[in-house]
């Protein structure tokens, strides 16, 4: 079974919204293994002077929880290897 976490980001870009969620995904892909998947939840801009001067893009990443399965392995091979050092 898995499971998927979903974070709220806001990505901006100079260029275009499209770069804003580019941005978005990759600063999470950074810092965050599995993303699988984005969903774009708003569009907006700051403009000044009459012109968009930063597009930002309001996401949701979606990412792979980690099993914590074999947390703890491997320890009763060091406990072997102490016992054969005494």
Known sequence: ???A???ELVGSST???EDAVRSAVAEASRTLR???GVDVQD????VEDGE???YKANVKVAFAIESEEG???GDEDEE???DEDE
């Open 1 to 3: 079974m898995s499971v």
């Open 5 to 7: 976490k979903i974070i």
């Open 15 to 17: 260029e275009s919204w």
């Open 34 to 36: 599995g993303v699988s």
């Open 43 to 46: 569009w907006t801009a700051s």
């Open 52 to 54: 968009i001067v930063e």
């Open 71 to 73: 947390e703890g392995e």
């Open 80 to 82: 072997e290897e102490e």
